[in-house]
């Protein structure tokens, strides 16, 4: 392999990226901070490092690298990264694509101190099994392959964005496998047996490196390899709860599913994974004491929501999904008002109207959400 030529800060591509720094220079590409000067917008440049020194395999290189930015161009999902745009320069290809802003997880977790608790990593793992199942039933399916932690990053929102998809692969069009689009191997601890010996990949190899990725977010330690794994007399994948308390027997259960060896032995979709691995500690279980009073939370039906209720000080504990609910639901109310208003053709600022707050019957749903919304602060 031969070596491209770096970019150089300063440089204008296509009459409209600027090159302003280089950021990482990896084994196969190198990535840029640029700049797109029409749109006055922070981009990532990322040029192929690596070349066939044979310029016709050069040229296939360069076309195969083309052929995948196209494909991933076309994909929309709020946990992957836009692609704007794909050339070559100097015959080196290059991919174009939005800035995320943030950290990678492998920086997250290098530079946080503490563990991350369950409910935290099971948040991200969901968030990363919806952008699977959504890759890997495109037709053709897309497999990644190279899921681990430095190509996924955490946005300010708290989003998880996956943004390699250097050694992402297309199954061809008979379903016999996978053919590689741009040439590379995955990282040994989160990458499945078929991976690292370089065999038949599918969308099960994504599941073992979710595995392996879930398995590095709970312990802070990178799993012992696929390979490792197999020579070994006792499998060294250890229980992540020993290192860290937090950890539940369902998701050490679902963790061991993903990462078994043999991929007939894992669940066969990102949407079986979905329903094995628990969504976090649900506040419906009947174990929780509420914080204002120490008294046991009762779990109650409202508007069409399970929530826990402290029979004591009448506090309501919702999780992010409840509260969003009755927040949506509190705004049609809202709007059917409005609409009511209108019908009876009286401005919004007559006193009849003011008055409603205080002569109106009694509002349990509004009171509700007050409750909730004060509550919230202190959960
Ligand atoms: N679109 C992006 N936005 C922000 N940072 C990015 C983006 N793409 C890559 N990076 C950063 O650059 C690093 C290397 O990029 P990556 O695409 O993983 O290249 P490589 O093929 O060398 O692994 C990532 O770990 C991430 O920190
Ligand atoms: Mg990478």
């Given at each position: 392999m031969t070596k491209s030529a770096e970019?150089?800060?300063?440089?204008?591509?296509e009459n409209r990226y600027e090159v302003r720094k280089l950021i990482v220079a990896g084994s196969s590409t190198r990535v840029y901070l640029g700049h797109h000067v029409g749109l006055d917008q922070p981009v990532i440049i990322k040029?192929?490092?690596?070349?066939?020194?044979?310029?016709?395999?050069a040229e296939e290189q360069s076309e195969q690298f083309q052929v995948e930015a196209r494909l991933l161009a076309k994909l929309r999902h709020p946990n992957l990264v836009q692609v704007y745009d794909t050339f070559s320069v100097e015959g080196v290809p290059v991919l174009v694509m939005e800035m995320v802003p943030g950290r990678n997880l492998e920086q997250v977790v290098t530079t946080e101190k503490d563990l991350f608790c369950e409910s935290t990593v099971l948040k991200w793992a969901h968030q990363l099994l919806d952008v699977l199942n959504y890759l890997h039933t495109r037709v053709p399916p897309v497999i990644v392959r190279g899921l681990q932690p430095s190509n996924i990053i955490l946005d300010p929102s708290q989003q998880l964005r996956l943004v390699d998809f250097g050694l992402?692969?297309?199954?061809?069009?008979?379903?016999?496998?996978?053919?590689?689009?741009?040439?590379?191997?995955?990282?040994?601890?989160?990458?499945?047996?078929e991976q690292n010996a370089y065999t038949k990949t599918d969308a099960r190899s994504d599941i073992y490196s979710l595995g392996a990725v879930i398995h590095y977010l709970l312990t802070k330690e990178t799993p012992p390899s696929s390979p490792q794994r197999v020579?070994?007399?006792?499998?060294p994948l250890v229980n992540p709860q020993e290192k860290n308390p937090t950890v539940s027997p369902a998701t050490w259960s679902a963790i061991q599913q993903m990462m078994a060896i043999r991929p007939n032995e894992r669940p066969?979709?990102?949407?079986?994974?979905?329903?094995?691995?628990?969504?976090?500690?649900?506040?419906?279980?009947?174990?929780?004491?509420c914080v204002n009073c120490h008294e046991l939370l009762k779990v109650?039906?409202?508007?069409g929501v399970e929530v826990d209720i402290c029979q004591k000080c009448g506090g309501l504990w919702l999780d992010e999904g409840e509260l969003s609910?009755?927040?949506?639901?509190?705004?049609?109310?809202?709007?059917?008002?409005?609409?009511l208003a209108k019908t009876i053709a009286?401005?919004?600022d007559h006193p009849a109207i003011q008055n409603l707050d205080e002569n109106g019957p009694p509002r349990p749903f509004w009171s509700t959400v007050l409750e909730m919304l004060k509550m919230r602060g202190t959960k």
């Open positions: 970019l150089l800060p300063n440089t204008i591509l040029q192929l490092r690596e070349l066939y020194p044979d310029r016709r395999q992402a692969k297309n199954m061809d069009e008979k379903g016999s496998g996978t053919r590689n689009i741009v040439k590379g191997l995955g990282e040994d601890g989160f990458a499945s047996l020579v070994a007399p006792t499998d066969n979709s990102a949407s079986e994974v979905a329903r094995l691995l628990p969504r976090g500690p649900s506040p419906t279980a009947g174990k929780r004491l109650e039906q409202m508007e609910f009755l927040r949506r639901k509190a705004e049609t109310m809202e709007l059917q008002a409005e609409e009286l401005p919004a």
